[in-house]
């Protein structure tokens, strides 16, 4: 059974994709919420990498870890618009809660950076270990994009790697636009900087990056230009730890070195490794760090994160357009209960109507009319006014004197459809009446005022 999604707020955007909070609901009407990351249309225009990002996305289905943002479908709108539909992880990513520690003049604690990290180094190890479920082969499923933005964290201290798949796509697309890819390149391992066929060990020198960069708040291959940063992790040249953090003992910037060592051979050949190094050393440290220590520094970095965008506009035509996207999704994935919605004739509310302009009557060739058919004595004017008004609403009719003001906008606001065009359903009674009273004020100041009210 299929889902259909709703966009309630936009999250993130970047090079690749735009990221969504959405309400997956089912036709039995339960609710979960949902990410939705929808792929830019210049990256869907080319045809290798939609091919490629099909493929890797569906690998990624596969993945069910403790440690990995689950995705739990793949759709297209008719316009070639690519969506996926993943867990919804609220907290924050790793690049937030760094940025948040370093507008509060702090370096993320030791502790904290190793538990990170050996927690990503599971989920890295389960993907590059997966077999297929059908037929035992390996899948041989690489990240290729380990970096803070694609680590998230969620209130409760979890630690989860998302975009599995993308990556793979977009390494493999022929453009070079800066703006697809600008950002991606700091995380690069040395053989992929130089165009060489990469293996899972490229996953651990990402990881290795992450935990230089957090011991010592600076970035680690970070160029003027993209060439130059793609040069400076071609030569991998690592800078000491210790003469930017004294408090990074010489055992633990070794565990670092080995993870970013320039030749694949001489590093941890497996996440678990690495995992198994960092553990190594919180434990004879005696350090305690779980979830719960997470947990809190997550939810400060999420409350600034609330009230930067506080003070940003709601909404934008931009968002107003993906939501149109997202709507046609729906469309399709409910494609059966909108087309019996469509063969009842039924529109969005039941008993509602929809105004079409050209169903409408001309009525400025009724002025002339009107003395012959509207008597002219006051009573009966009055008799005829009555007997058109709903009962519960009869009232003395006007003599006949050209309409105030503010008779003639109250007219014109019956008259006018509502916002979204449709009428409840007294609509058309008061249409009828609100006609019938221009008439009656027509006989007496002419075709002028008719005129103008309609």
């Given amino acids: 059974m299929r889902d259909r999604y709703t966009i309630t707020e936009r999250l993130d955007a970047g090079g690749m994709a735009e990221v969504f909070r959405g309400v997956a609901e089912s036709m039995e009407g339960f609710k979960k919420a949902v990410a939705i990351k929808r792929v830019l249309p210049s990256l869907t225009k080319n045809q290798k990498f939609v091919s490629m990002f099909l493929d890797e996305a569906r690998l990624s289905l596969f993945l069910q870890h ?86 998230l964290l969620s209130k409760n201290g979890e630690v989860k790697l998302v975009d599995f798949g993308l990556a793979k796509a977009n390494s493999q697309i022929e453009s070079t636009d800066p703006g697809v890819v600008k950002g991606k390149f700091s995380y690069l391992s040395p053989e992929a900087a130089s165009g060489v066929e990469v293996d899972h060990r490229a996953d651990v020198f990402a990881v ?167 008597p002219a004595d006051p009573q009966a004017l009055r008799r005829a006014q009555a007997s058109a008004q709903p009962t519960s609403q009869a009232r003395p009719a006007p003599q006949a004197r050209p309409a105030p003001p503010s008779d003639v906008e109250s007219l014109s606001s019956m008259l006018e459809p509502d916002r979204t065009g449709v009428h409840d359903q007294g609509g058309s009674a008061k249409i009828i009446v609100a006609i019938v009273i221009l008439l009656l004020i027509a006989a007496g100041a002419g075709a002028l005022v008719v005129m103008q009210v309609l």
């Fill in 66 to 151: 403790a440690n990995i943002v689950q995705v739990f479908d793949i759709s297209k709108t008719p316009d070639n618009a690519y969506f996926l539909v993943m867990e919804f992880v609220d907290g924050c990513n790793l690049k937030a809660l760094i940025e948040r520690q370093k507008q509060r003049g702090k370096r993320m604690e030791i502790a904290h950076t190793i538990y990170l990290m050996t927690e990503c180094c599971k989920a890295l190890n389960y993907a590059h270990v997966l077999d297929h479920p059908e037929t035992g082969e390996p899948l041989g499923i690489v990240h290729r994009d380990i970096s803070p933005p694609n680590i």
């Fill in 208 to 374: 290795g990056i992450i935990l230089w960069e957090m011991f010592t708040s600076r970035r680690l291959f970070f160029g003027d230009t993209d060439y130059q940063t793609v040069e400076l992790v071609r030569q991998a040249r690592v800078p000491s730890i210790q003469a930017l953090n004294p408090e990074v003992e010489p055992e633990l910037e070794q565990v670092v070195r080995k993870a970013l060592s320039r030749d694949p051979a001489d590093r941890y050949q497996h996440a678990a490794d690495l995992g198994d190094a960092l553990a190594q050393y919180l434990f004879s440290r005696r350090m305690k760090v779980t979830a719960r220590d997470i947990a809190q520094l997550v939810r400060d970095a999420q409350l600034e994160s609330m009230r930067k965008r506080s003070s940003e506009p709601k909404a934008s035509l931009i968002d107003a357009l993906i939501n149109d996207e997202v709507q046609r999704l729906s469309s399709l994935v409910g494609s059966e209960e909108q087309a019996a919605s469509q063969a009842t004739g039924s529109g969005p509310g039941e008993g509602s109507m929809s105004l079409d302009p050209s169903h409408f009557v001309d009525t400025s060739a009724w002025a002339s009319d009107v003395g012959a058919d509207v």
